[in-house]
């Protein structure tokens, strides 16, 4: 089975002008915190195209990823100083 945080990994390193990162807040038409009776959820706008490569469960299809950084990184990306072990 595909590993997908390899095949990002790869793409961000070999293919970064292909990889799309669009902000999930961008998409979201509605959500709901969870209750007794339901799970919490999220409902996405998105084109019809992936819509269908999800449902059809398509293995030759795009990897589609939610992907959660962490405060403490984008606060890092902002900042000029490079701290020990940030170097490659």
């Known amino acids: 089975m595909l590993n997908p ?3 990002l990994e790869y793409a961000l390193d070999k293919y970064p002008e292909k990889v799309e990162a669009i902000a999930i807040e961008e998409l979201v038409t509605d959500s709901a915190r969870q209750n007794a ?3 919490a959820y999220v409902q996405l706008a998105v084109p019809d195209e992936l ?3 999800i449902r ?3 293995t030759d ?4 990823l ?3 950084v962490p405060k403490e990184i984008l606060e890092r990306s902002e900042s000029l100083i490079v701290l020990p072990g940030e170097v490659r």
């Open 5 to 7: 945080k390899k095949a």
């Open 66 to 68: 939610v992907v959660r």
């Open 56 to 58: 059809s469960r398509r």
């Open 37 to 39: 009776k339901r799970p």
């Open 51 to 53: 819509v269908k490569q």
């Open 61 to 64: 299809g795009d990897l589609v």
